[in-house]
């Protein structure tokens, strides 16, 4: 092979790689450093045996359960496993995105099930942890109700914590790439499709996206302005062209805050997990959820609703 050829074959590799990356404004850089490169790896295998991001999706929940059964155990060796366990689940949550942009196997049932793979992982972390400070620690053998109460609480915010910063996410893809570059919903259409479903004949099809559109309406629910903002534009260019000028504008306000929406996603929820067991107090995870992912929730909704309603505020006033 030639000079040419080679640096030809280089760059079409590249660019094959970059066409898997959502955007450069939404990655996180531990993804861009570690984890897109692996799970790039992995899709190109998948794609020459056939393999579906769907089900390479199902085989990180395996893994993610995997890991968290590991971490029940008050075994550094075993529980350095689970650590790996994870770190494999997550690459392979990277994969399947990867693989659905490189093969165009886009579908919502492939997002839907993406979203309840981080829940399953996590589900039985929290499991994991309760059944582990029972055992090992005289406090929680005192008050064994006490460790549950508080899982549960940080499941349920970081069940919203998730939500939003997807959500954060998507809405900052729709200016950045178009309708077609975000995977934005609208609970009205998605109630509009559950409609057009029967229980008799499409069940699990209807009881999908019956969850679906409840998770996604409850995303709308905290984001008022944010939605204001929707029915403005929608009002004022019904046709979808939104001028560059508002787009480029929104990506200028918007940009900043995507940090927030990366340390409440995967990485950093693991950086802090691993630590905490490393130092044999796995309930530390709870304390940084329930405090500072929190804390950074609040910031973040409460700077993207100001945005909003200043963008709003604008159309309004013609300014675009």
């Given at each position: 092979?030639?000079?040419?050829?080679t640096?030809?074959?280089?760059?079409?590799?590249?660019?094959?790689?970059?066409?898997?990356?959502?955007?450069a404004d939404t990655e996180e850089h531990i993804d861009l450093a570690f984890y897109r490169p692996i799970g790039y790896m992995w899709a190109c295998l998948a794609r020459r045996l056939g393999v579906t991001p769907n089900a390479i999706t199902i085989a990180s929940i395996f893994l993610g359960i995997g890991a968290g059964v590991a971490f029940y155990f008050n075994d550094m060796w075993i529980n350095v496993l689970g650590m790996v366990l994870l770190v494999w689940a997550n690459s392979f949550?990277?994969?399947?995105?990867?693989?659905?942009r490189m093969t165009h196997q886009?579908?919502?049932?492939?997002?839907?099930?993406?979203?309840?793979?981080?829940?399953?992982?996590f589900a039985t972390i929290y499991v994991a942890i309760c059944l582990?400070?029972?055992v090992t620690s005289a406090f929680f053998m005192e008050h064994p109700?006490?460790?549950?109460?508080?899982?549960?609480?940080?499941?349920?915010?970081?069940?919203?914590?998730?939500?939003?910063?997807d959500y954060y996410r998507q809405f900052h893809l729709y200016f950045l790439k178009g309708e077609e570059g975000s995977e934005l919903e609208n609970s009205s259409k998605l109630e509009a499709r559950l409609s057009a479903l029967t229980w008799k004949h499409n069940f699990w099809q209807k009881l999908v996206l019956t969850f679906y559109t409840a998770y996604t309406v409850n995303q709308e629910?905290?984001?008022?302005?944010?939605?204001r903002l929707r029915f403005a534009l929608h009002t004022h260019y019904p046709d979808g062209k939104i001028p560059r000028t508002f787009r480029d504008n929104f990506r200028r306000l918007s940009l900043p805050l995507m940090k927030y929406t990366n340390i409440l996603s995967f990485n950093w929820r693991c950086i802090v997990l691993f630590l905490a067991i490393f130092a044999k107090m796995p309930w530390l995870y709870f304390a940084f959820e329930l405090i500072v992912l929190n804390g950074l929730l609040i910031y973040m909704v409460v700077r993207h609703e100001r945005i909003c309603r200043k963008l709003t505020q604008a159309l309004d006033n013609d300014e675009f």
């Open positions: 092979m030639t000079k040419t050829e640096q030809h074959t280089s760059s079409s590799t590249k660019t094959s790689y970059r066409d898997t990356l959502k955007s949550d990277s994969a399947d995105g990867q693989l659905a886009y579908s919502r049932i492939g997002r839907i099930l993406d979203g309840m793979a981080g829940d399953l992982w582990r400070e029972n109700w006490l460790i549950w109460v508080i899982a549960v609480v940080t499941g349920l915010c970081h069940a919203k914590q998730a939500a939003m910063a629910k905290m984001t008022p302005a944010m939605q």
